[in-house]
């Protein structure tokens, strides 16, 4: 069972992480077809956009391996993927302190907000 819990959690980091670095290679991208037209705006939209895909598609992946009607999983990774877009927004954005720090917070805001959003459905399971 714990080990159960422990892949659905690992799917949801992987997801998460994963979309990070598909958002930072479509940036590398945009910045090299888009030299004139490319601006901080830009930058730190791809990174927020990619945060909301990287809650709701988190959630999603993970939930799919979940035993039906546990609450106990749904409240898990909402509540751990608020703890990684907390840890995008401060410590992540803190350490690198260069050009990428708003967007790294523009991402861990976004993601952590976006999981958010399940909590509805997750007291619509509890009644």
Known sequence: MIKQKLGIVV??????LGI??????????????????YGNAVFITIFGVAGVFAGLLGYVVAMEKAPKDDRVVSIGVIVMQVIIGLLFFF?????EGGEYRVPFK???LMTALTSLVFFGKWKDMAK
Request: with cysteine.
């Open 106 to 108: 523009a991402f861990g």
């Open 91 to 95: 410590p992540i954005a803190t350490l």
């Open 20 to 37: 990070f670095v598909a958002a930072s290679i479509f940036d590398v991208l945009v910045a090299g077809m888009l030299i004139r037209g």
């Open 11 to 16: 799917r949801c980091i992987v997801t998460i």
